[in-house]
């Protein structure tokens, strides 16, 4: 959903007029992932988040306005080694997490015996 919201930057910023804005069509291997009605609502949540931060309207939603196709880009080689790669970053970052509050736990198991 990132795709729509960086879509929706470069349509205002470059065009620089309100645009009124519909869903399209959606890719077969999205149909059991996001339903038109998710999209229109996160088009509203997008509307009023560019809205608050511009200070001024930039598009709106109606069923005539310009199609937003949800289409599906085979993603490159490069590109998939990132996502694996962030994924095993946040893998790790979670066993580091693991085993700082045990450490933290253990510390504290210290502490109190100490104290004893």
């Given amino acids: 959903?990132?795709?729509?919201?960086?879509?929706?930057?470069?349509?205002?910023?470059?065009?620089?007029?309100?645009?009124?804005?519909?869903?399209?069509?959606?890719?077969?291997?999205?149909?059991?992932?996001?339903?038109?009605?998710?999209?229109?609502?996160?088009?509203?949540?997008?509307?009023?988040?560019?809205?608050?931060?511009l200070g001024f309207k930039t598009f709106d939603y109606k069923e005539d306005g310009k199609p937003i196709d949800i289409i599906y880009i085979q993603p490159s080689a490069k590109k998939q080694r990132i996502v694996d790669n962030d994924k095993k970053m946040q893998s790790i970052k979670g066993e580091l997490d693991s085993f700082s509050s045990s450490i933290n736990s253990k510390h504290s198991d210290l502490e109190s015996s100490k104290v004893l």
Avoid: T
């Fill in 1 to 53: 959903m990132r795709f729509l919201f960086i879509m929706f930057s470069m349509i205002s910023i470059l065009s620089a007029e309100f645009e009124m804005v519909k869903v399209g069509s959606i890719d077969a291997r999205y149909k059991d992932i996001v339903s038109k009605q998710e999209i229109q609502e996160i088009i509203y949540e997008i509307r009023n988040c560019f809205d608050e931060q």
